[in-house]
């Protein structure tokens, strides 16, 4: 589904990123591991090409994205990071939000549906401020899927939750993962996370792959 080849990003002369290649299938998890700095989040945003890789590339189902026009890459290639990045208004708002810029309207049942789905019925016309930081998430992950991408981005999704909120996100991204055939690939400083959630792991230092392989064997899981 998504294969990086060679990929590289060097900002005046200091290489953020070097070389890093790997591949994950239809319906997969890759864990992207590795310590504060290594480069895991400049991954992420080269994927969705928030910034530009300036070596390398990703293919995108067989294609080379570069090919892809940019909307529709960002729209086949959904990102949720840390912390909700939800605008002051209405729950209903926030998810309807990527379809319109896609040109597309989200009728009332399909944004019941995804709501469901994230197991917030009946949030429509919550105000997004009066939100817990997982019900937060759980609408950041609704605003995603809103836009049925075929890649989900994951930036340290559960890293700002407590324990509890943490497994039911980790809960609930299983079951759209299994129910979507969605890939995903999500950073995590949280070992036991990425045994739990991962069929792949790579592992950042300093920029650089120093692992990739089946979760299995790289977790010792
Ligand atoms: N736009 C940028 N320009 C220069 N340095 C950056 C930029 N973005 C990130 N960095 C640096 O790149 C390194 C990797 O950052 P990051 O990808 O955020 O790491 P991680 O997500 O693994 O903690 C850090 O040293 C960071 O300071
Ligand atoms: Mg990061």
Redesign the pocket.
């Given at each position: 589904m998504l294969r990086a080849t060679g990929l590289t990003r060097t900002?005046?002369g200091?290489a953020?990123?070097a070389q890093v290649s790997f591949h994950v299938a239809r319906a997969e998890v890759l864990a992207v591991l590795?310590?504060?700095?290594?480069?895991?989040?400049?991954?992420l945003r080269l994927l969705n090409r928030l910034?530009e890789p300036t070596a390398g590339t990703v293919e995108l189902a067989g294609q080379d994205y570069h090919t892809i026009p940019l909307r529709e890459l960002r729209r086949r290639v959904g990102m949720v990071m840390q912390r909700a990045y939800l605008f002051p208004g209405s729950v209903s708002q926030n998810i309807a939000f990527g379809p319109a810029q896609h040109g597309s309207t989200l009728l009332q049942p399909e944004i019941d549906a995804l709501l469901e789905q994230v197991g917030l019925r009946d949030y429509n016309e919550r105000l997004v401020h009066t939100l817990s930081g997982g019900e937060a998430q759980r609408i950041a992950i609704a605003r995603a899927l809103a836009n049925q991408p075929e890649v989900l981005l994951l930036?340290e999704p559960t890293s700002a939750l407590d324990e509890v909120s943490k497994l039911a996100i980790e809960e609930l991204l299983e079951s759209i993962i299994h129910q979507r055939h969605l890939t995903c690939i999500w950073?995590t400083h949280d070992w036991q996370q990425a045994i739990r959630m991962a069929d792949k792991a790579l592992f950042?230092e300093a920029?650089r792959q120093t692992q990739f392989g089946s979760a299995k064997e790289l977790l010792h899981a």
């Open positions: 900002v005046g200091a953020l990123l590795g310590p504060s700095g290594a480069g895991k989040s400049t991954l910034d930036d950073v950042l920029g």
